[in-house]
Structure formats: structure tokens, C-alpha cells
């Protein structure tokens, strides 16, 4: 599966954006799917996760109550709508998606991961 995340851009703290993630070549209706992110000079880390029907999601305790996942399966698309945000939220954000069973205790582990979009820049301002 291909992914393919959009919806970055230059914003002013305390605004909102939304991330999408579009899937070709499969659909994500059987895949699990997160949202990372990698800021300049650090690791790559989680920020949320949804199971494939949508009924389970989690996130980093940093975005929460902040940020919000979605899917669409009918349309193929994750989202990641960003409200409130803050400067430490600038990054390049990736979705992935996943074949394995998504746990509260695993959702964050990128190497289970299967599939990577190529990324899209958040960067905010103060």
C-alpha cells in the first residue's frame, strides 16, 4: 500500500490544521493506522493510532485532548485533525500503517509498522 499524507503547512500557536492520509494500491479498510512525527534533530515518536473500524484510538500523552484521529474506509483516508497547536508540535508528520493487532501497549512501537507515507511539514509558529 502507498500512502501519501498532506495538509502541512506554516501556522501561528494556537491554530488548528488537518492532516490526511490517502492510500492507493490497497485499501486500509484492514490496516491499523498512525500517525508519527520527527522533529529536526530528535527520534521519530508517536502521536496517535486507530484501529481498522475506528472503534479504538490512542494518542501520546502531548496531544492529548488536542489532537484527534479519524478514518473514512469508504474513502480511504486517516485523518489527524491538530487544534491548540504549540511550537513543540513542529515536525515532519508521517502516516503508517499496520497488519498487526493494535494494543494499548503496542500502538506505539514504530517497528511494527508496515507501510510509511512520505511525510508532511507542521511547522508552528509563536
Known amino acids: 500500500v502507498q500512502l501519501q499524507a498532506s495538509g502541512g503547512g506554516l501556522v501561528q500557536a494556537g491554530n488548528s490544521l488537518r492532516l490526511s492520509c490517502a492510500a492507493s494500491?490497497?485499501?486500509?479498510?484492514?490496516?491499523?493506522m498512525g500517525w508519527f512525527r520527527q522533529a529536526p534533530g530528535k527520534e521519530r515518536e508517536s502521536v496517535a493510532a486507530?484501529?481498522?473500524?475506528?472503534?479504538?484510538?490512542y494518542y501520546a500523552d502531548s496531544v492529548k485532548g488536542r489532537f484527534t484521529i479519524s478514518r473514512d474506509n469508504a474513502k480511504n483516508t486517516v485523518t489527524l485533525q491538530m487544534n491548540s497547536l504549540k511550537p513543540e508540535d513542529t515536525a515532519v508528520y508521517y502516516c503508517a500503517a499496520r497488519l498487526s493487532m493494535l494494543y494499548a501497549s503496542t500502538w506505539s512501537v514504530k517497528t511494527l509498522y508496515n507501510y510509511w507515507g512520505q511525510g508532511t511539514l507542521v511547522t508552528v509558529s509563536s
Open positions: 486507530i484501529n481498522w473500524g475506528g472503534t479504538s484510538t
Open positions: 494500491g490497497r485499501t486500509l479498510g484492514n490496516n491499523n
